[in-house]
C-alpha cells in the first residue's frame, strides 16, 4: 500500500488535527502568529501524528483524548525545526523561507520557545501521569541531542556509536514517543505500548539515516533545502563516517572538510560530496537504515492484525526507501 493511500484513510482525523494545530497556535499578538502560521503553512508530512493515530488504533481509539497527543508533539517537533534553522542559519526549509529568513533570528527563537509552551500546555488536559513523564523526559533528550550536535561540528574523529546516540535523542525519540503514546493515551496494554515504541525507534533511526543520505543524492527541489548542507553546517553524518573509515579516501576527506571549516561552509561543498558519493559509505549506510527496518516491522509481528499494522508496516517500508 501506498503512503497516500494511508493518509487518504485517515484524511477526515488527519485534517481534523490539522485543524486543532492551527487553532493551538493562535495568539493576538500579530507577530508570533503569523510566525507560527508560516511555519505550519510550510507543510511536512506530519508523520508524527499519523504514528500516534495509528498507534491508538490498538486501544480505545478515541480522537478527542488522542489529539491531545498528537497535536503536542507535531507542535514540538516545529518548535524544534525552528530552532535548527536559527543555529543552521539556513533560509530555507520544505523550500520556504524560514521563520529565521523572513523575519530574525531573534523572532525565531521566540516563536519556537512559544511553540513548545503551546505544546506543553495542551498535553495538560490528559490527567495520565506516564504521559507527561514520557513526554518531557524526551524534551530533555531531544534538547541534548542538538547540543551534541553542535559539540561535534566538524569532527571527524567521532565515532558511529556518537552518531547513533545524536539521531536517537534528535529523531527517533519523537517519533518512538509518537507511537507510543498513542497506544497509552487510547488505553491500550502495556505491551503494545512497548512494541510500538521499539517500532519507533527503529522506524526514526532508519528516517534519519535515510536523511542524511537524501542530503548527499537529492535534489533541493526534492528535499526542500540545498545538498550538502548537513556538511556546510559542519554536521557529520554516517555516510561521512563510513567514507572516513577509508584509508585511501581519509586524507582527500580531511583536506576538503577542512576548507569547508576554513570560509565557515561558503565553498562549493561539491568535491567533498562526490568522494563520499564513490565511497562504501553509501552502501553501508544504507545496509543500515534497511536493518532498523526490519527490526521495526520485527517489533510488531506480535501486536494484533488489525489494518493499523498493516499501515505501520507500510509506511516503514517506504521510509526505508524514501527519496523525499
Known amino acids: 500500500m501506498k503512503l497516500l493511500d494511508i493518509y487518504a484513510k485517515l484524511k477526515k482525523d488527519i485534517n481534523y488535527i490539522e485543524k486543532e494545530l492551527e487553532r493551538s497556535i493562535d495568539v493576538e499578538h500579530p507577530m508570533l502568529r503569523e510566525a507560527s502560521l508560516h511555519l505550519l503553512k510550510a507543510g511536512g508530512k506530519r508523520i508524527r501524528p499519523v504514528f500516534v493515530l495509528l498507534g491508538a488504533k490498538f486501544g480505545t481509539y478515541d480522537l478527542e483524548q488522542v489529539k491531545h497527543v498528537a497535536v503536542p508533539l507535531e ?119 512497548r512494541q510500538l515504541y521499539i517500532f519507533g525507534y527503529n522506524v526514526g533511526m532508519a528516517f534519519q539515516v535515510r536523511d542524511d543520505l537524501l542530503d548527499l543524492f537529492g535534489t533541493e527541489k526534492e528535499i526542500g533545502k540545498p545538498p550538502g548542507n548537513d556538511i556546510k553546517q559542519g554536521n557529520i553524518t554516517i555516510p561521512v563516517i563510513f567514507a572516513l573509515q577509508n584509508e585511501k579516501l581519509k586524507p582527500e576527506l580531511l583536506r576538503e572538510l577542512k576548507v569547508i571549516q576554513d570560509t565557515d561552509g561558503q565553498t562549493d561543498v561539491n568535491p567533498f560530496l562526490n568522494i563520499v558519493r564513490q565511497s562504501e559509505g553509501i552502501a553501508r549506510s544504507e545496509a543500515m537504515a534497511s536493518k532498523y527496518i526490519d527490526k521495526a516491522i520485527a517489533a510488531l509481528q506480535s501486536l494484533p492484525d488489525i489494518q493499523a499494522k498493516k499501515d505501520l508496516i507500510s509506511i516503514a517500508h517506504f521510509i526505508g526507501n524514501r527519496s523525499y
Open 75 to 193: 507542535l514540538i517537533h516545529m518548535a524544534t525545526l525552528v530552532h535548527d534553522d536559527v543555529i543552521d542559519d539556513a533560509n530555507t526549509r520544505r523550500g520556504q523561507l524560514t521563520v529565521r529568513s523572513k523575519w530574525d533570528n531573534r523572532i525565531a527563537m521566540y516563536t519556537g520557545d512559544y511553540i513548545f509552551a503551546k505544546a506543553l500546555n495542551i498535553v495538560t488536559k490528559l490527567s495520565n501521569p506516564l504521559i507527561h513523564q514520557i513526554m518531557s523526559k524526551a524534551i530533555v533528550q531531544v534538547c541534548i541531542g542538538e547540543m551534541e550536535q553542535i559539540r561535534f561540528f566538524f569532527n571527524s574523529e567521532q565515532s558511529i556509536r556518537d552518531y547513533l546516540l545524536r539521531i536517537k535523542r534528535k529523531t527517533a525519540l519523537l517519533i518512538a514517543i509518537s507511537c507510543q503514546l498513542g497506544a497509552v493515551a487510547a488505553g491500550a496494554s502495556e505491551k503494545a505500548a
